[in-house]
């Protein structure tokens, strides 16, 4: 019995094996992707961002919050975003417009007074890279994608944090992107993304870490329901979004128009 028992736990990890080795790099990417994003065409996000800043000197931890919407939608085959603030007050109204590997940004700070000017004209072009609150950048927020952006340079596997991993080590395809090089860990089984190291110039030192604490389910549909981002540049803060509301909604072209996006 004992032996039957071994036997069929070899075959079935040897059958995992075959499974996970099948998969091309490729679909590996397609499928970090559907494991952290839900498929509609058009919906709405809306995330509790906090911000933990630990001080060394007094050893407290200081905590900021802000709410973010992050609206979604197909046009033309691709997806377009923009992000906004329900909250603090002194962020609203600003906005932030995904196209591609495009970003634009709106405050009303930047309107032209006395002026009905297109938004893009006045709209500042930004880095992926550039900082939305806490240590989370408008990349994080808006979810790195991979699939069709970058390539697998390397790969094996790798125990982290008690499970079984893939790592894959990224190489973008566009120099646009914000983060040229990638480490990504992926569960073995189901391929959900565990860990994200994001590299600058310096492709030995990550300046960020993405790790998803949190998966969850919507209408059978799985998501990353928590990131936790890191600086780990300036290593005493940290900043977690929580993803606390998803709707399905047909949402208005003009909203992702660079001309109309930030009306």
Same mark, same amino acid.
């Given at each position: 019995?004992?032996?039957?028992? !071994?036997?069929?736990?070899?075959?079935?990890?040897?059958? %995992?094996?075959?499974?996970?080795?099948? #998969?091309?790099?490729?679909?590996? $990417?397609?499928?970090?992707?559907?494991?952290?994003?839900?498929?509609?065409?058009?919906?709405?996000?809306?995330?509790?961002?906090?911000?933990?800043?630990?001080?060394?000197?007094?050893? +407290? +931890?200081?905590?900021?919050?802000? !709410? $973010?919407?992050?609206?979604?939608?197909?046009?033309?085959?691709?997806?377009? #975003?923009?992000?906004?603030?329900?909250?603090?007050?002194? %962020?609203?109204?600003?906005?932030?417009?995904?196209?591609?590997?495009?970003?634009?940004?709106? #405050?009303?700070?930047?309107?032209?007074?006395?002026?009905?000017?297109?938004?893009?004209?006045?709209?500042?072009?930004?880095?992926?890279?550039?900082?939305?609150?806490?240590?989370?950048?408008?990349?994080?927020?808006?979810?790195?994608?991979?699939?069709?952006?970058?390539? *697998?340079?390397?790969?094996?596997?790798?125990?982290?944090?008690?499970?079984? +991993?893939?790592? %894959?080590?990224?190489?973008?395809?566009?120099?646009?992107?914000?983060?040229?090089?990638?480490? $990504?860990? *992926?569960?073995?089984?189901?391929?959900?993304?565990?860990?994200?190291?994001?590299?600058? !110039?310096?492709?030995?030192?990550?300046?960020?870490?993405?790790?998803?604490?949190?998966?969850?389910?919507?209408?059978?549909?799985?998501?990353?329901? #928590?990131?936790? *981002?890191?600086?780990? *540049? !300036?290593?005493?803060?940290?900043?977690?979004?929580?993803?606390?509301?998803?709707?399905?909604?047909?949402?208005?072209?003009?909203?992702?128009?660079?001309?109309?996006?930030?009306?």
């Amino acid at each position: 019995m004992n032996y039957l028992r !071994f036997a069929l736990g070899m075959l079935i990890g040897l059958g %995992l094996s075959v499974m996970t080795l099948a #998969q091309t790099n490729e679909e590996i $990417l397609k499928q970090a992707d559907e494991a952290r994003f839900i498929k509609a065409n058009s919906h709405i996000f809306n995330f509790k961002v906090t911000q933990e800043l630990f001080d060394s000197l007094t050893r +407290t +931890t200081t905590k900021t919050e802000a !709410f $973010l919407k992050v609206e979604e939608k197909k046009i033309a085959g691709d997806f377009r #975003q923009r992000i906004s603030f329900a909250a603090p007050e002194s %962020l609203k109204g600003t906005y932030y417009l995904m196209i591609g590997e495009e970003f634009l940004f709106w #405050q009303p700070s930047l309107k032209t007074p006395d002026k009905e000017v297109p938004c893009k004209d006045e709209a500042l072009k930004i880095s992926g890279q550039q900082k939305l609150f806490g240590d989370a950048s408008i990349g994080e927020a808006a979810g790195i994608e991979f699939d069709g952006k970058y390539e *697998v340079k390397q790969r094996g596997e790798e125990k982290l944090n008690g499970k079984d +991993t893939i790592k %894959l080590t990224l190489i973008a395809k566009s120099k646009k992107l914000a983060y040229q090089n990638v480490l $990504l860990w *992926v569960d073995k089984k189901t391929f959900e993304p565990q860990r994200i190291d994001l590299f600058g !110039f310096d492709t030995d030192n990550p300046i960020k870490r993405v790790t998803y604490n949190k998966y969850a389910t919507f209408r059978d549909d799985r998501y990353a329901a #928590q990131a936790l *981002v890191e600086d780990l *540049v !300036f290593k005493n803060q940290k900043t977690t979004l929580d993803l606390t509301e998803i709707k399905i909604e047909s949402l208005p072209d003009a909203a992702f128009d660079p001309n109309t996006f930030c009306k």
